[in-house]
């Protein structure tokens, strides 16, 4: 382990200055070989239910975190390694690998925290043990090791997790970090030249429009979320043989399983279906204006032809969706939310509600604009051709009254 924390000066702290040291992790197997080799020092954000209302702590990995016994190589040594490092009371921090042909990466994220701890979560209103997760950007070729001298945030439900000077490796060749490295976009330098513009998409076989299902999250406290909708993923990835595709995915809801989690300030949705795909939302809340949107979306899933077989995407700073607490929002017509340049969701009558939702049922209707906008076409036309048929009605009333007085009486 690294040197503590315990010397650093609360000014530097308060400045952003100065962070706790890194700690160094190894996992090895029976034989004594590492297959994981980690050093970053970690800070989190944790936003919990007190019995004065919501709070927010932020603490760091402290000196005397350690490996867990949990932490393994995989099968044979080979797959699916994973780092469990504790802390505290019962706190976890774990980092699950996979690899491809040519990468690995941190596949899954999870942090277990223990609210019974009243040194860090003073007057929690529960004392239970809770776990997130989340997929991540930390990747890096096969046998070198990811590098990442910038901050490297995950965010996980209300749990934000900062790691910083890191240095992270797995499935090593020998016991001992490569010289070679992949550096995360961070750090990278700005180019000084404009790239060259990718080719043009292949276009792909579209699909039929996806299956319209219903989901729901409850929690301690009720029903926090209802939606019924369908999904539709938007891909654009490059091939094996170096052309650019974009591709339709639906999301079977007879092969998908949900699941999610309530907060007072967050709620998520998470839908695991066929292809190791995993699809999240998250919908947030302005307490000012009281309206609820859909914040986040985050997606990990395998796409066989790619270069990269790992297709994952996140965007956290979304606006969509919007409605007024306690009532729903509502739109028929087909949207569009861009999450990254090559991710997009279609969604299809979309129906949803979050945070407030009395009895298990839709609130009052918001309709999106888009339907509004569909409206007035019709309605536009209509008063159109109302119009038309009055201009006809009255030339043929004026036309008649001159013909009739073109005659005299004899």
């Known amino acids: 382990m690294a040197a503590p924390c315990s010397a650093r000066r609360p000014l530097l702290?308060?400045?952003?200055?100065?962070?706790?040291?890194?700690?160094v992790f190894v996992v090895k197997n029976g034989n004594g070989t590492a297959c994981v080799m980690a050093n970053f020092s970690a800070a989190f954000s944790v936003n919990y239910d007190s019995r004065s209302g919501p709070k927010n702590v932020t603490f760091d990995l402290p000196s005397d975190a350690e490996m867990l016994n949990s932490s393994s190589c995989g099968k044979e040594n080979t797959s699916a390694p994973s780092l469990v490092i504790g802390f505290g009371k019962e706190h976890m921090l774990t980092l699950k690998f996979a690899r491809n042909a040519t990468r690995y990466s941190v596949q899954l994220m999870s942090f277990a925290y223990n609210l019974s701890d009243t040194h860090l979560f003073p007057n929690a209103s529960s004392s239970e043990t809770k776990t997130v997760e989340s997929i991540t950007d930390i990747r890096a070729d096969i046998d070198k090791k990811y590098r990442c001298v910038s901050g490297t945030q995950v965010h996980m439900s209300n749990v934000t997790v900062t790691l910083r000077d890191a240095t992270i490796q797995a499935y090593l060749s020998n016991s001992s970090f490569s010289r070679g490295e992949t550096r995360c976009e961070q750090d990278g330098p700005s180019p000084t030249t404009a790239p060259p513009a990718p080719p043009s998409p292949s276009p792909s076989p579209v699909p039929e429009s996806p299956s319209v299902d219903k989901y729901n999250v409850s929690g301690t406290n009720g029903t926090c979320l209802l939606a019924s909708m369908g999904l539709q993923l938007n891909l654009t990835y490059e091939r094996k043989d170096n052309t650019t595709v974009t591709k339709l995915l639906n999301i079977n809801p007879n092969k998908t399983s949900s699941s999610g989690s309530c907060g007072a300030h967050l709620v998520t949705l998470e839908l695991r279906s066929e292809g190791a795909t995993v699809l999240l939302f998250q919908f947030g809340m302005n307490a000012s204006?009281?309206?609820?949107?859909?914040?986040?979306?985050?997606?990990?899933?395998?796409?066989?032809?790619?270069?990269?077989?790992?297709?994952?995407?996140?965007?956290?700073?979304?606006?969509?969706?919007?409605?007024?607490?306690?009532?729903?929002?509502k739109c028929n017509a087909e949207e569009r939310v861009r999450v990254t340049k090559a991710f997009s969701v279609n969604m299809f009558k979309v129906w949803v509600q979050a945070f407030k939702v009395e009895g298990g049922q839709f609130g009052s209707v918001e309709e999106c604009l888009l339907d509004e906008n569909n409206m007035l076409i019709p309605i536009a036309v209509g008063g159109a051709l109302a119009g038309l048929v009055l201009i006809v009605l009255i030339a043929y009333l004026v036309g008649r009254k001159r013909s009739h007085a073109g005659y005299q009486t004899i």
């Open 289 to 329: 204006s009281s309206r609820f949107f859909l914040q986040g979306i985050q997606l990990s899933t395998t796409l066989p032809d790619a270069k990269e077989p790992t297709f994952k995407a996140a965007n956290d700073s979304l606006r969509a969706l919007q409605a007024t607490v306690g009532n729903s929002y």
């Open 13 to 23: 702290l308060l400045l952003g200055l100065l962070h706790c040291a890194s700690s």
